[in-house]
């Protein structure tokens, strides 16, 4: 229902050490951090939010695979940064999605600043042996319209160019569907918004397994 086009994965470097771990069968553990959207609080809870969603869709065919989502409404790139030591290195994760950028944007922190903070959290997570996807902000028209997500979804890409690390396009991936038809972003607020919260969250727990397992053969992943 909601597919997701070969040309967002293409060009993203493979999460080698992540797919060697899940395709042998070992425990893996994903950490992710992130803030509300990824707390699910739109579509009414944990359970809805797509670290959720992603964990179900990994758990039938890796079943030792824990998916623990440490988002924090309104986080900040730089609180993010400072939660590395206490609530994810001890963790040992063999993988780290970092949904970032958002509050940058809505309250126009400087670019660079931003960019420095991200950095330092990479070279943190990469001299820990885990592997990093960053992970941009959501689309929808109204928030692009009043918000300025631009210079933010840049600095993503270069920090993620620069470091050779995956870059999960989330606002793109959301873009395309909305414009595809695949999902109508403006259900509103109540009941029908928290249905549309809780199907964009399955689609995008869903599309994030498929980034995360691409590497591995198709053979290893029955």
């Known amino acids: 229902e909601c597919p997701v086009p070969e040309r967002f994965y293409t060009f993203e470097p ?28 739109a579509a009414g809870g944990v359970e809805f939010a797509w670290p959720a969603r992603l ?21 900040t790139a730089k609180r993010g940064a400072e ?21 940058e944007a809505v309250r126009g922190t400087d670019v660079d600043e931003f960019r420095e903070t991200v950095q330092s959290g990479v070279d943190k997570l990469r001299a820990a042996g885990a592997e990093v996807v960053l992970m ?3 689309f929808s028209r109204a928030a692009d319209a009043v918000i300025h997500f631009e210079p933010y979804l840049v600095a993503m890409r270069q920090l993620a160019d620069g470091n050779d690390v995956a ?21 509103g607020d109540g009941e029908k918004g928290r249905e549309l919260a809780a199907k964009l969250y399955d689609c995008m727990g869903q599309a994030m397994a498929d980034f995360v397992t691409r590497g591995i053969p198709a053979t290893k992943r029955g």
């Not at 999460?15 to 707390?39: H, P, Q, Y």
């Not at 870059?167 to 259900?187: C, K, N, Q, T, V």
């Open 14 to 41: 493979p999460l080698t050490k992540t797919a060697k771990a899940l395709a042998s069968r070992r425990e893996v553990v994903i950490a992710v951090l992130g803030g509300a959207s990824t707390m699910g609080v």
């Open 136 to 138: 941009n902000m959501q």
């Open 55 to 75: 964990a179900s869709a990994l758990a039938e065919k890796f079943p030792r695979t824990k998916v623990i989502n440490l988002a924090v409404g309104r986080q």
């Open 83 to 103: 939660r590395l030591d206490r609530d994810v290195l001890p963790l040992k994760p063999t993988l780290v999605i970092w949904e970032t950028g958002t509050m």
């Open 167 to 187: 870059l999960f396009r989330r606002h793109g991936i959301m873009r395309h569907w909305a414009e595809s038809g695949g999902l109508d972003l403006r259900a």
